[in-house]
């Protein structure tokens, strides 16, 4: 069904013909040919009064709705697509027909908001230690700022500790205000327990390891905590994996922010539910990892995690003169660190190319700001809707 287009015209006429009771058929030529492939064909009633066609469990969106569908799942609190092409398109594709791949890449990529908190593509690390078991996890710490999340009501800094299983993937949170592990009111010993607690129940194996880096949270009554549970403590200088899952987390979180949807703690549980359904490097969500056996998982997980990463997705096609772009506001050599979810490494301003190079590789040039590179520089069309629509929840808050 995929290859088919969906109009309008031919939706509604589809719809009207099931509404009036009767089955489609060879004889009904004046259907559209698609209609005639639909094996379980229903129309159930949407919000507002609207009437959709549906094909067992997706929905069939007409070709001039596809950016209304998506705009509604990316501002919507209800939702758990994740705010990326391949995850993205993944959750899409199970739940919608026509809505492309490359429809949604092409949406995201107009989306100022995601345009801003856009990293950069890393090289590839070096060869880690293979996991072959689920409940070997990597545990790690995260500040919050209340100046990050104004608007929201936050008083006052606060916490994170994030656990996340490698094989699986599969990421849990707690937030609290201190970091202290020694004091009697010690707020990361209880925050941990219930996190090893949910995270037992879910992976339905005994947590054997945890690895977190040398900090005083993970001292005092948690060390003790450890011992008590039989969990292995392993000190590292840093977890690539949850530190990725770190970077992933906070980047959705104040995407989420961004978009005005919800409170502080429903933000927290959205960005934690869509990363849970974001496909990891064994081509699974974290979320159905699951349920899949540990063998199954781990061939694909050692396997592939070691290969060169690849430019993809929004902001990174092949660039020509009168594209609009964003460029990183210091140089590379000057941006070892940044935090992407404050969105505060690319410029706001939106630039045309006005040049190329002629080297190779090619350098771009953006008229009063100079010459720059290819991964100084993304892709950032408009989306003047969105961005609209975002600015009147704004306006609604305040």
């Known amino acids: 069904m995929n290859r088919y287009k969906f109009e309008a015209e031919g939706i509604r006429k589809v719809i009207a013909h099931l509404r009036g009771g009767a089955k489609i058929t060879a004889a009904d030529i004046g259907l559209p040919k698609w209609a005639h492939k639909l094996k379980s064909p229903d129309v159930r009633k949407l919000a507002h009064g609207r009437h959709a066609l549906f094909e067992g469990d997706k929905q069939i969106v007409a070709v ?36 492309s791949r490359r429809a949604l890449m092409t949406f995201l990529g107009k989306q100022m908001h995601l345009q801003l908190t856009q990293s950069r593509v890393a090289e590839a690390g070096r060869k880690g230690r293979e996991v ?35 094989l699986t993937g599969y ?66 200088a840093r977890g690539n994996r949850v530190e990725k899952a770190n970077s992933t ?25 869509m990363f849970n359904n974001t496909r990891t ?17 781990a061939t694909p997980y050692n396997q592939r995690r070691q290969k060169p990463a690849i430019a993809k997705g929004p902001g990174t ?19 070892t ?13 939106t630039i045309p190319i006005a040049a190329l190079s002629k080297d190779v590789p090619t350098r771009y040039h953006l008229g009063g700001i100079g010459w720059k590179h290819r991964d100084e520089l993304i892709f950032a069309p408009h989306d ?14 305040h």
């Open 64 to 99: 001039g709705e596809v950016e209304n569908v998506l705009r509604e799942l990316m501002l919507s609190s209800e939702s758990d697509v994740p705010l990326s092409r391949d995850s993205g398109y993944y959750v899409i594709q199970k739940r919608y027909l026509g809505i």
């Open 132 to 166: 072959h078991h689920k409940g070997v996890l990597e545990a790690d710490l995260i500040e919050g700022k209340k100046k990050d999340v104004r608007g929201l009501g936050k008083g006052y800094d606060w916490y994170w500790l994030t656990v996340i299983d490698r």
């Open 171 to 236: 990421l849990d949170v707690e937030t609290f205000r201190r970091k202290t592990a020694k004091a009697a009111d010690a707020m990361v010993p209880p925050a941990m327990e219930r996190i090893l607690d949910r995270m037992e129940a879910r992976l339905q194996t005994p947590i054997k390891q945890l690895y977190s880096d040398d900090g005083s949270e993970f001292k005092g009554r948690t060390k003790t905590l450890l011992i008590d549970r039989n969990i292995r403590h392993i000190i590292v």
């Open 249 to 273: 987390f906070q980047r959705i979180f104040y995407r989420l922010y961004r978009l005005k949807r919800g409170t502080f703690g429903q933000l927290t549980q959205q960005a934690l539910a």
């Open 281 to 297: 490097i064994h081509g699974q969500t974290p979320t159905e990892a699951l349920n899949v056996d540990d063998r199954t998982l």
């Open 317 to 335: 096609r092949k660039l020509r003169i009168g594209d609009p772009v964003r460029y990183l506001l210091k140089p590379r050599h000057k941006l």
């Open 337 to 349: 660190f940044y935090k992407t979810y404050r969105g505060s490494h690319y410029s706001l301003e």
């Open 384 to 397: 003047p809707i969105t961005d609209e629509l975002v600015r009147n929840k704004h306006h609604a808050r």
